[in-house]
């Protein structure tokens, strides 16, 4: 089946560390998206890509950083720098050609201890 | 600025009751435009999208909505809510051109009562 899988679906971190999320897709999208999602706050984009080996900061960007380096693959690492870590991931891709939606991950949360 | 406004957080439906989600936009431009459903700690689902042509638009689960350009609004409707529609509702735009990120609101949490 086509789709989205992010891993793991619960992480837990120590203060001070990176963590990385991952995300693959075999939907063959070149888009793909990293939100954040916090109780009230809807999803903040984080990161977004169009293309490998390219990818542009979203809204909330400081903290985090990516890589593109297949098609299929968006990871995301939660640096020691991101002041508040502990939230909701979901990563998402979308097709470039055509009217096409964001198809959606299960998320990952992410639980600073 | 563009953006979604979702003016409702919190809505309570009798089950069986008729339901409206309301969703605002602000866009450069007409976008495209979603609702997606949420359940608790779950990725999100399309429930329904507009790109063009009819406004009323139907979508899965018994869900339909309406693009209204001069007021800005693509409210959700549904005529009888049942129990198994208690989740959390995102209104999303997106620009025309591909690869653009989409921009949610904040959502609405939907609570049925029996």
């Known amino acids: 089946d086509g789709g989205i899988t992010q891993s793991p679906k619960y992480l837990f971190r120590k203060e001070g560390q990176n963590v990385t999320l991952s995300c693959e897709q075999n939907l063959n999208h070149d888009a793909m998206y990293w939100y954040r999602q916090d109780p009230g706050q809807g999803l903040r984009l984080i990161y977004y890509s169009q293309i490998v080996n390219d990818f542009q900061k979203g809204d909330i960007a400081e903290g985090y950083s990516v890589s593109r380096e297949k098609k299929e693959s968006f990871p995301l690492t939660v640096t020691s720098a991101q002041k508040n870590p502990t939230a909701f991931y979901l990563c998402a891709s979308q097709g470039l050609s055509g009217n096409t939606e964001a198809f959606f991950g299960q998320g990952t949360r992410l639980t600073v201890v | 600025a563009q953006s979604v406004t979702q003016p409702d957080i919190h809505i309570t439906v009798s089950e069986g009751a008729s339901l409206e989600l309301r969703c605002n936009y602000s866009y450069g431009a007409t976008p495209y435009l979603f609702w997606y459903v949420q359940s608790p700690g779950q990725g999100l689902q399309l429930l329904l999208k507009?790109?063009?042509?009819?406004?009323l638009v139907q979508g899965i689960k018994g869900f339909e909505a309406e693009f209204k350009r001069s007021q800005s609004s693509f409210n959700l409707r549904k005529p009888s809510v049942h129990w198994s529609d208690a989740a959390e509702y995102f209104c999303?735009?997106?620009?025309?051109?591909?690869?653009?990120?989409?921009?949610f609101g904040k959502g609405t949490t939907l609570s049925v009562s029996s």
């Open positions: 999303a735009v997106g620009a025309r051109q591909a690869g653009t990120a989409l921009i």
């Open positions: 507009y790109f063009s042509g009819d406004t």
